[in-house]
């Protein structure tokens, strides 16, 4: 799942956006108003996270701007308490609003609400083979056995598995798991691929994660059929 946040305080915007991507989502971030507006119109987002008070243009903006062409939810975050000021951005287009401090849990939370209100959501279960994975919750087995994995072997795992049968290039994982500008001498993704195998796949004779030579990597179940 595709996530922007536009937030210009640096503190904030950096925890969001190792939380998230810690917690398996794919995640884009903006500092300031025209910059976040020009990303969430120029692409596809599940949800936008958006802050208030950001400079040139302010939150409220952006907002207006974006409902003029798109209806992508949008959680708006604010340090303010007034009503008032909730009362504007619902009525500006909002779906939510989370005034700071926050918990993070409970963004996560309002994220997962606001994508299945969207019908945009994806799925909550995945399965391939006799492997199941949980996307909520995090928790993966195979067999019925628990497999233990770290938080970014699942986030591994998670991306694989929604797009199981697609050959992901490194390039890609790397973007989507790490989010980071890929370097191709470096061995971040054959690491973790290795450790994800030895737990997937390790322990079983059906093996779910390929390497396709030159390519990438890909999970399916290729003893059907």
């Given at each position: 799942?595709r996530?922007?946040?536009?937030?210009?305080?640096?503190?904030?915007?950096?925890?969001?956006?190792?939380?998230?991507?810690?917690?398996?989502y794919?995640?884009?971030?903006?500092?300031?108003?025209?910059?976040?507006?020009?990303?969430?119109?120029?692409?596809?987002?599940?949800?936008?996270?958006?802050?208030?008070?950001?400079?040139?243009?302010?939150?409220?903006?952006?907002?207006?701007?974006?409902?003029a062409?798109?209806?992508?939810?949008?959680?708006?975050?604010?340090?303010?308490?007034?009503?008032?000021?909730?009362?504007?951005?619902?009525?500006?287009?909002?779906?939510?609003?989370?005034?700071?401090?926050?918990?993070?849990?409970?963004?996560?939370?309002?994220?997962?609400?606001?994508?299945?209100?969207?019908?945009?959501?994806?799925?909550?279960?995945?399965?391939?083979?006799?492997?199941?994975?949980?996307?909520?919750?995090?928790?993966?087995?195979?067999?019925?056995?628990?497999?233990?994995?770290?938080?970014?072997?699942?986030?591994?795992?998670?991306?694989?598995?929604?797009?199981?049968?697609?050959?992901?290039?490194?390039?890609?994982?790397?973007?989507?798991?790490?989010d980071?500008?890929?370097?191709?001498?470096?061995?971040?993704?054959?690491?973790?691929?290795?450790?994800?195998?030895?737990?997937?796949?390790?322990?079983?004779?059906?093996?779910?994660?390929?390497?396709?030579?030159?390519?990438?990597?890909?999970?399916e179940?290729?003893?059907?059929?």
């Amino acid at each position: 799942m595709r996530v922007l946040i536009i937030e210009d305080e640096e503190k904030t915007a950096d925890y969001l956006h190792r939380g998230l991507t810690e917690q398996g989502y794919t995640v884009d971030v903006a500092r300031e108003g025209v910059e976040g507006l020009h990303v969430a119109l120029e692409n596809d987002y599940a949800v936008i996270v958006l802050d208030v008070m950001l400079p040139g243009l302010d939150g409220f903006g952006v907002l207006r701007a974006l409902r003029a062409r798109k209806q992508t939810p949008v959680i708006m975050l604010t340090a303010r308490e007034r009503v008032e000021d909730r009362i504007r951005g619902l009525r500006e287009g909002a779906d939510d609003y989370l005034g700071k401090p926050f918990s993070f849990l409970e963004l996560v939370a309002r994220l997962q609400a606001l994508t299945r209100r969207s019908g945009g959501h994806e799925p909550v279960q995945v399965t391939v083979a006799d492997l199941w994975i949980d996307l909520i919750s995090r928790k993966a087995s195979r067999n019925g056995l628990r497999l233990d994995l770290t938080a970014k072997e699942f986030s591994l795992l998670s991306v694989l598995a929604r797009r199981q049968g697609e050959i992901l290039s490194k390039t890609a994982i790397a973007e989507m798991v790490w989010d980071i500008n890929f370097d191709s001498d470096a061995n971040v993704v054959e690491v973790a691929i290795k450790r994800l195998r030895a737990k997937l796949d390790g322990p079983f004779d059906t093996k779910l994660l390929h390497t396709i030579r030159g390519m990438g990597y890909v999970l399916e179940n290729r003893s059907v059929g």
